[in-house]
């Protein structure tokens, strides 16, 4: 078991060396030195890209269990002075990364001093969460065929809910989203003679309008959830004041608590804006980046995390709402027959993810680790009882 004091040294190094998505190498390699010492069944590495997975068997055939974790920060540049802030500009760990990879770091020193008795245990360390990618490439690995897991759990620290305390609901836990980006083309002219050439002017403002009430035409049900659209960028033509613009670009962010709500949203989108293109006698394309499906709890699972609460004795609470930010944890929830993500609570006045000035409380890492060792014990039993 690693001691208080070696945890929170790991968890400040890691935050000391932070790597933006699919550029996770050093880290990775932190990782792999770290498990040296606990001698796991099986190690793959490169899985998904920059992945791992330590695979701890045990003795007897039963349930293969995933714990994941994310290795990736952010494009954020760190407004904190303590001794162990971000040492690479412009990246830092502001969603506490370094803090998920401590706790399943700690998992691996426990499983190294108690083996499951049953089945097997699966490690796994995943790129690219913070772009929705990770999870993707991981599960589309041909290597993972052979991990793949009949549960899957994670956890994510939660600022503005009690220090320590855990939150979790059975469904989605957090919600679908991505960015769709709307081109339109027309034709540029003379600004003394815009009626000569195919402005998208018009088209890019109705859109807009539209977009932004989207989410109020379509119908709540229980089935889909509440669905959310935000306009985070527009641009029209270039700045020449000579020219009347031939192109505009909208980007926007689709949110929904639910896949089906999603994909209602992205077809209404696409339709009304194909619709006021056609007017305006425009062509029209769409991509989409940052895709996230929900993340979805099944009962089983919110029930395994309910039991380890009890049997840690750690305070919780079941969420009436899914949580509005999305994670690429549900592609492990598609994949396993049972599992759950749930939040650790990082302290009511704790900055908010994302935040210059967030960093992640070391007194979650033993909480963390403890809850996923006894929903391990529940499903795959414990050697030496623990």
């Known amino acids: 078991m690693q001691s208080f004091d070696e945890l929170i040294a790991l968890r400040k190094t890691l935050h000391q060396n932070p790597e933006l998505s699919n550029q996770e190498q050093a880290t990775t390699a932190r990782i792999l030195e770290e498990f040296q010492a606990f001698s796991a069944d099986e190690v793959i590495t490169d899985l998904g890209g920059t992945g791992l997975a330590f695979v701890f068997n045990g003795a007897e055939s039963g349930p293969t269990t995933l714990i994941r974790s994310e290795l990736d920060a952010l494009p954020i540049e760190e407004t904190n002075s303590f001794a162990h802030r971000s040492q690479v500009k412009g990246v830092s760990h502001k969603c506490g990364h370094d803090g998920h990879m401590s706790i399943v770091t700690a998992l691996g020193a426990e499983l190294a001093k108690h083996r499951p008795q049953k089945g097997r245990v699966v490690l796994c360390f995943q790129p690219a969460e913070e772009t929705g990618m990770g999870a993707i490439q991981v599960v589309n690995d041909a290597r993972f065929a052979a991990l793949l897991p009949d549960y899957a759990f994670a956890l994510h620290n939660y600022p503005g809910l009690e220090l320590g305390k855990v939150a979790v609901r059975v469904g989605t836990f957090n919600c679908a989203s991505r960015g769709m980006i709307i081109y339109l083309k027309g034709k540029t002219s003379h600004a003394a003679h815009p009626e000569n050439g195919v402005s998208p002017a018009n088209a890019m403002c109705q859109i807009i309008q539209e977009l932004n009430s989207l989410p109020a035409k379509i119908p709540q049900q229980e089935t889909t959830g509440r669905n959310w659209v935000t306009v985070i960028h527009a641009k029209l033509g270039e700045i020449a004041f000579g020219t009347a613009p031939g192109d505009a670009v909208v980007m926007v962010t ?40 929900a993340s979805v709890n099944s009962q089983q699972g919110c029930d395994l995390v309910v039991c380890a609460c009890d049997n840690t004795q750690t305070p919780f ?18 994949t396993a027959k049972e599992g759950a993500m749930f939040a650790l ?15 992640f409380p070391d007194g979650l890492l033993p909480v963390g680790r403890d809850l996923f060792l006894d929903i391990i014990r529940q499903l795959n039993g414990l050697d030496g009882g623990r």
């Open 345 to 359: 609570g990082a302290g009511q006045a704790s900055p908010q993810l994302h935040n210059p000035d967030y960093d």
């Open 254 to 293: 689709l949110r929904s608590e639910s896949n089906e709500g999603m994909q209602t949203l992205v077809e209404e989108a696409e339709r009304f804006s194909q619709a006021v293109a056609k007017s305006e006698n425009l062509s029209i394309s769409f991509e989409y980046d940052d895709v996230f499906q």
């Open 317 to 334: 609470v079941l969420l009436d709402e899914p949580m509005r930010w999305s994670e690429d944890f549900g592609q492990f929830t598609a």
